[in-house]
């Protein structure tokens, strides 16, 4: 493990130390434009791949430190289209949250539970990574669930798309614990407020 990694310190990923054994971590990990969008208004990402400085960000040190994905259908739909022969998260166990039936790879499990109670199930020692937004983030959040954040920000305005964040009941203050550049994406590593 790199020392990155090892350290809390430092703001790295990998933070199970003094985890609560009642309830799983619950990490948040994505980039999204200026204007608070995870995607186009068609559901693409384009403008996202082309951004220089991509290859910089540490996604591989992140994605090591996590056990279990959860993702909406339209988050797992989006990533399927746009790479259909790829296997998604094999050495993770991975959750896809639907309403309706939906055919997933067989390292997917489909789940039809409400995401707060499913999280709520998981070991104290376990770190779940909500991929995407919206309709599966947003009760999440309610919740006050999510225990850290790595945003990336992109210097663009997309004008309309798929936001990262629904309209929410609460207010929540966060903790800035790191910010970092990679060429034109401004990572923003925060965590919930403990007191």
Same mark, same amino acid.
């Given at each position: 493990?790199?020392?990155?990694?090892?350290?809390?310190?430092?703001?790295?990923?990998?933070?199970?130390?003094?985890?609560?054994?009642?309830?799983?971590?619950?990490?948040?990990?994505?980039?999204?434009?200026?204007?608070? +969008?995870?995607?186009?208004?068609?559901?693409?990402?384009?403008?996202?791949?082309?951004?220089?400085?991509?290859?910089?960000?540490?996604?591989?040190?992140? +994605? !090591?430190?996590?056990?279990?994905?959860?993702?909406?259908?339209?988050?797992?739909?989006?990533?399927?289209?746009?790479?259909? !022969?790829?296997?998604?998260?094999?050495?993770?166990?991975? +959750?896809?949250?639907?309403?309706?039936?939906?055919?997933?790879?067989?390292?997917?499990?489909?789940?039809?539970?409400?995401?707060?109670?499913?999280?709520?199930?998981?070991?104290?020692?376990?770190?779940?990574?909500?991929?995407?937004?919206?309709?599966?983030?947003?009760?999440?959040?309610?919740?006050?669930?999510?225990?850290?954040?790595?945003?990336?920000?992109?210097?663009?305005?997309?004008?309309?798309?798929?936001?990262?964040?629904?309209?929410?009941?609460?207010? !929540?203050?966060? !903790?800035?614990?790191?910010?970092?550049?990679?060429?034109?994406?401004?990572?923003?590593?925060?965590?919930?407020?403990?007191?």
């Amino acid at each position: 493990m790199s020392n990155y990694l090892a350290s809390n310190k430092q703001g790295g990923y990998n933070q199970k130390e003094g985890v609560s054994e009642m309830t799983a971590r619950v990490v948040f990990y994505g980039a999204i434009s200026l204007d608070g +969008y995870l995607a186009d208004k068609a559901d693409h990402l384009e403008w996202l791949y082309h951004q220089p400085g991509g290859e910089l960000v540490p996604y591989e040190e992140f +994605y !090591q430190a996590i056990d279990l994905t959860m993702m909406g259908r339209r988050t797992y739909e989006v990533v399927k289209r746009d790479a259909p !022969q790829e296997k998604l998260y094999p050495e993770k166990e991975n +959750y896809v949250f639907s309403h309706s039936t939906v055919l997933v790879d067989d390292n997917i499990q489909l789940i039809h539970q409400d995401p707060i109670e499913f999280i709520q199930g998981l070991p104290g020692n376990k770190t779940i990574w909500v991929v995407g937004g919206g309709t599966l983030l947003q009760p999440i959040i309610e919740a006050e669930m999510i225990d850290e954040w790595w945003v990336q920000i992109v210097p663009i305005l997309l004008g309309e798309g798929i936001p990262l964040f629904l309209p929410q009941q609460t207010q !929540q203050t966060l !903790q800035l614990i790191d910010t970092k550049q990679y060429g034109q994406f401004a990572q923003l590593h925060l965590k919930k407020q403990t007191s």
